[in-house]
């Protein structure tokens, strides 16, 4: 994946959160920022002189073990002199050997970060190969998503059903690779997987291949990614599937929409699954074409609730409509819809296609895949039903800590980046005050940033610069700091004042209010402005749409 300006980033956690979900179903982080975080988490001097070009992981798992193993070809193409690379593998994980040209090189290890130190000079422009062999039993996911790792259960006949979800703790928890989410590989990735003959891997992209081995009763499923790709995104999905799909008629053409779920579920799978069609179809008009026609697009039945690996988004949420059954909006509108199959697809957009460089700037994926669920109810539902969603998902902000994390450090900002970062772009919509430019740039955001990391500056810069309006102010508010704008206002006769408190210093945003009847724009500032009514104690009403407290001071 194209980086389009230097700086740092971080494998994010771009899953399902609500605060409905009970405290153990989020990403758990340390206090301290620790070596390995630093390692795992910037751009070091072993990881900026050379850029991913493609992954050949091809793999054996064993279920009767739990045990992986096999090796990881890892192509990179010089982009300055450079004497040592970096990877990561995370215990109980081995790095067994790794070589260049058949000859092994000297390898060194820091935590779970490994240096490599090829055997002869690496010159620019070139492209080379390092092949790196592992094994292991890896981390046994505790609470996937959110505790991540692999999952190893049986499916109600008792048959294995295996699947990765490592997004957070990274990818390097079972196989080694450039554990950082600002380079992806250019070319994509050959995931090959072996399995015992009786069970099916589901990977990214498209089967290119099924190898059977019956001395070892085996069979090798062998996936090709064409699209750079993320490694976290990088999945297995292992079990007794059976495959349906359809053809879509999108923006660029025919779409193969695929379908994997196990056996016993095929025929509720084929009526509820049509929330896949009709999320792209929604996303599509939106956001712009899907980013990975090459690739197709799958729903993938897993052993956990979901995940946003490109084109094979997990899924796990029971078909049924909701959360786990539930409404997180509390309107009514999120029982129209199965939220993970929406959610998740709708990272194929802000995640997959535009990745953030940094985990800091975990909002680009989840504030704008929040939001995304708003649209899908516009697009199927009409705009007030959308908008009622949207606002119904406030009583989940929390106001506990800014959106944006620490810089550099791996680490995250507050889970507010769902709620009210898709609250923040609900109210940037109502700014701006023009449908047909906010779809324009929403779309504009997919093209110009397509399959590249950014920063999450250069999305806020964008949207003010193509919006003609400096949206600084909002940004900083609602991403850099935890209080909620106080619009305080009153009237006295025809004389109405306002102004705006519990802001950041400069906080500007305009603010539409029906006042007597008439919907009117106020500009209020730090300091009380004023305003003339046309009758005595006209009726003030600001737009709901605002995420805003409005407070009348005088209470009349």
């Known amino acids: 994946?194209?980086?389009?300006?230097?700086?740092l980033a971080f494998i994010t956690l771009a899953v399902l959160f609500s605060p409905l979900l009970a405290a153990?179903?989020?990403?758990?982080?340390?206090q301290d920022i620790s070596h390995q975080d630093v390692l795992r988490g910037s751009v070091t001097p072993e990881r900026a002189w050379w850029d991913l070009s493609h992954y050949h992981l091809d793999i054996s798992v064993d279920p009767k073990r739990q045990f992986i193993s096999g090796t990881n070809t890892?192509?990179?193409?010089v982009l300055s002199p450079g004497q040592r690379l970096q990877v990561e593998l995370q215990p109980p994980m081995k790095l067994e050997s790794v070589t260049q040209d058949?000859?092994?090189l000297k390898v060194e290890q820091d935590g779970y970060s490994y240096f490599i130190t090829p055997n002869r000079e690496q010159e620019k422009g070139e492209e080379y190969h390092l092949v790196m062999a592992f094994s292991g039993q890896p981390l046994v996911a505790e609470n996937p998503p959110w505790d991540g790792g692999i999952t190893w259960q049986k499916d109600e006949n008792g048959i294995d059903f295996i699947a990765s979800a490592v997004q957070g703790v990274g990818a390097s928890v079972w196989w080694p690779n450039k554990d950082h989410a600002y380079d992806e590989p250019d070319n994509g990735a050959l995931i090959s997987v072996e399995v015992p003959e009786h069970l099916m891997d589901v990977s990214n992209g498209r089967l290119i291949k099924v190898e059977e081995n019956p001395q070892r009763k085996t069979k090798t499923y062998h996936w090709q990614v064409v699209n750079p790709i993320s490694n976290y995104g990088i999945n297995i999905n292992i079990g007794d599937y059976v495959h349906f799909s359809e053809v879509y008629q999108g923006e660029l053409g025919p779409l193969d929409l695929d379908y994997y779920v196990l056996r016993d579920n095929l025929t509720k799978a084929k009526k509820h699954f049509q929330d896949g069609r009709r999320t792209i179809e929604a996303f599509e008009y939106w956001f712009g074409p899907y980013p990975f026609y090459e690739d197709g697009f799958k729903l993938v039945e897993a052993p956990y609730l979901g995940m946003e690996h490109q084109s094979s988004v997990t899924y796990g949420n029971g078909f049924q409509k909701g959360y786990k059954g539930r409404d997180r909006s509390g309107t009514g509108w999120g029982m129209e819809f199965d939220f993970i199959i929406v959610h998740e697809a709708g990272h194929e957009w802000f995640a997959n296609n535009i990745t953030h460089r940094d985990i800091a700037d975990m909002w680009i994926h989840e504030s704008f895949t929040n939001y995304s669920e708003n649209l899908f109810v516009e697009?199927?539902?009409?705009k007030q039903a959308g908008s009622e969603y949207s606002r119904g998902t406030r009583q989940n902000v929390l106001n506990d800590k800014p959106i944006i994390g620490t810089y550099n450090a791996n680490r995250e900002g507050s889970f507010d980046m769902y709620p009210k970062g898709g609250n923040m772009l609900h109210t940037i919509r109502q700014v701006i005050d023009?449908?047909?430019?906010?779809?324009?740039?929403?779309?504009?955001?997919?093209k110009d940033f397509y399959h590249k990391t950014v920063t999450g500056k250069q999305v806020e810069q964008y949207i003010s610069r193509h919006s003609g309006k400096d949206l600084s102010k909002i940004f900083d508010q609602y991403l850099r700091d935890v209080r909620v704008p106080v619009l305080e206002y009153f009237v006295k006769g025809k004389l109405m004042k306002f102004r705006w408190s519990n802001t950041v210093e400069g906080f500007d945003m305009p603010v539409k209010a029906n006042i007597g009847g008439e919907w009117l724009w106020l500009t209020p500032g730090n300091g009380w402005s004023e305003f003339q009514l046309k009758t005595p104690d006209a009726k003030v009403e600001i737009d709901s749409n605002f995420y805003i407290s409005v407070l009348n001071i005088l209470g009349n």
């Not at 697009?379 to 009409?382: D, N, Q, S």
């Open 1 to 7: 994946m194209k980086n389009i300006l230097p700086g």
């Open 24 to 30: 153990k179903d989020v990403f758990k982080q340390g």
């Open 74 to 77: 890892m192509s990179y193409r």
């Open 102 to 104: 058949g000859e092994a």
């Open 379 to 382: 697009y199927f539902y009409g």
């Open 434 to 446: 023009n449908d047909v430019l906010w779809r324009k740039i929403l779309r504009g955001l997919n």
